[in-house]
């Protein structure tokens, strides 16, 4: 990605377990760059550095799960129910929190387009590098499931009471689901 960036920017991988022979066996795996260009050359350089940077902090991050325990039905919109409008009530708990917390909505009915089982029932992913604000967004997050259960079942007993005033017979009861945190890396 690097050397696409720039016109005359050279790179290859050097170092151990790499196929450039070097005079020390012992040389660490790095990432050479040449450039006839100074200032792309640094640019490169900063780049590179932040691409590591990133790199590091994904390695150290720790993972939540908090499965939610119910799906978009009977014209209940769950997935926005949790997300919120415009993303507000994730965008609430990543702000609180603060660092590098991120929190989004995966699995089936998510309206999440990237990769991941469609089968695998509707979850919050919650991570950060710091287990304090980890574990504040996960609890966050359990309120936000509880809270989108309490506006399910509003939304259950008017579907129910709408049914009998036409003269249908009501769906049996549904079990309440309720979040649970189902790992934590």
Not at 73 to 101: F, Q, Y
Not at 122 to 136: A, R
């Amino acid at each position: 990605k690097i050397c696409e960036e720039f016109d005359n920017m050279r790179c290859s991988l050097r170092g151990q377990g790499t196929q450039h022979r070097s005079s020390d066996p012992n040389e660490p795996l790095h990432l050479y760059l040449s450039s006839t260009c100074s200032d792309d050359l640094e640019s490169a350089k900063q780049m590179a550095e932040e691409l590591v940077s990133n790199a590091v902090r994904t390695v150290n991050t720790k993972t939540a799960k908090l499965v939610v325990g119910a799906q978009n039905e009977d014209g209940a919109p769950v997935s926005e129910w949790i997300v919120g409008k415009r993303g507000a009530n994730v965008k609430r708990i990543m702000a609180r929190c603060g660092g590098d917390v991120k929190v989004s909505l995966r699995g089936k009915d998510s309206g999440f387009l990237g990769e991941h089982d469609p089968q695998e029932p509707m979850h919050l992913v919650i991570s950060s590098s710091d287990e304090g604000q980890l574990n504040s967004a996960t609890e966050m997050a359990k309120e936000l499931v509880e809270r989108m259960h309490q506006q399910l079942a509003r939304h259950h007993a008017a579907v129910r009471k709408k049914k009998q005033a036409k003269g249908k017979p009501p769906k049996p009861n549904r079990p309440k689901g309720g979040a649970a945190v189902e790992a934590q890396v």
